[in-house]
Nanobody, 127 residues
Framework: QVQLVESGGGLAQAGGSLRLSCAAS????????MAWFRQSPGKEREFVAA????????PYADSVKGRFTISRDNAKNTVYLQMNSLRPEDTAVYYC????????????????????WGQGTQATVSS
């Protein structure tokens, strides 16, 4: 099992940046595919970005493509989400999620494919 703890949320102005981190416990983090999802008030949770455990596959939601970057440091058991050119519509609680896999290229857009979740971190973008 792995436990996930997000940090780095906060308040940013439109056009600004935030960097989210997700720290994982456990010794097998390097075998976990990871993802970021977000949920805005009154909306369903949605996929933002994912990364295979090898780091070679990084799909993004169309709404964040070109503005957000997902990355991981397996030596630090941490996955990151660099968010640039922020917009008010990026305001949400951001969750990281993980799934153990032997497939170095595995990644998924679907929250039901990830059994492990963090508690979320709030990111607010003002106009």
């Amino acid at each position: 099992q792995v436990q996930l703890v997000e940090s780095g949320g906060g308040l940013a102005q439109a056009g600004g940046s935030l960097r989210l981190s997700c720290a994982a416990s456990g010794r097998t983090f390097s075998s976990y595919a990871m993802a970021w999802f977000r949920q805005s008030p009154g909306k369903e949770r949605e996929f933002v970005a994912a990364i295979s455990w090898s780091g070679e596959r990084t799909p993004y939601a169309d709404s964040v493509k070109g503005r957000f970057t997902i990355s991981r440091d397996n030596a630090k058991n941490t996955v990151y989400l660099q968010m640039n050119s922020l917009r008010p519509e990026d305001t949400a609680v951001y969750y990281c999620a993980g799934r153990y896999t032997r497939d170095r290229y595995y990644r998924s857009f679907y929250e039901t494919d990830y059994p492990y979740w963090g508690q979320g971190t709030q990111a607010t973008v003002s106009s």
